[in-house]
Nanobody
Framework: QVQVVESGGGLVQAGGSLRLSCVASGSIDSIGVMGWYRQAAGKQRELVAAIGSFSSTNYAYSVKGRFTISRDNAKNTVYLQMNSLKPEDTAVYYC???????????????WGKGTLVTVSS
């Protein structure tokens, strides 16, 4: 019954900003790393940014300095603030959460369905 749901995608002009949100819900014991991945048309899915349970972060080189990942542990939510957007940022953005379900003895990855971000030039 665990669900991971993204929101906030849309169409923006180059140089604009967008904030993505992702909420994990259901019978969850704990959540470790949460991250954002993206997949452009004809390209392989790649890591954009990730954040640990105690807020350590890492970013893809292409977005460093422009994007900021954060999380609210009380709300099981991760955010991606995207500034200075470029056409090459156009992709479907997917949320990932490494979590443990209540009653489980192991962690596993859960994925959202994705949200489309389109940046026009």
């Amino acid at each position: 019954q665990v669900q991971v749901v993204e929101s906030g995608g849309g169409l923006v002009q180059a140089g604009g900003s967008l904030r993505l949100s992702c909420v994990a819900s259901g019978s969850i014991d704990s959540i470790g790393v949460m991250g954002w991945y993206r997949q452009a048309a004809g390209k392989q899915r790649e890591l954009v940014a990730a954040i640990g349970s105690f807020s350590s972060t890492n970013y893809a080189y292409s977005v460093k300095g422009r994007f900021t990942i954060s999380r609210d542990n009380a709300k099981n939510t991760v955010y991606l603030q995207m500034n200075s957007l470029k056409p090459e940022d156009t992709a479907v953005y997917y949320c990932n959460a490494n979590l443990r379900r209540w009653g489980s003895t192991y962690n596993e990855d859960y994925w959202g369905k994705g949200t489309l971000v389109t940046v026009s030039s």
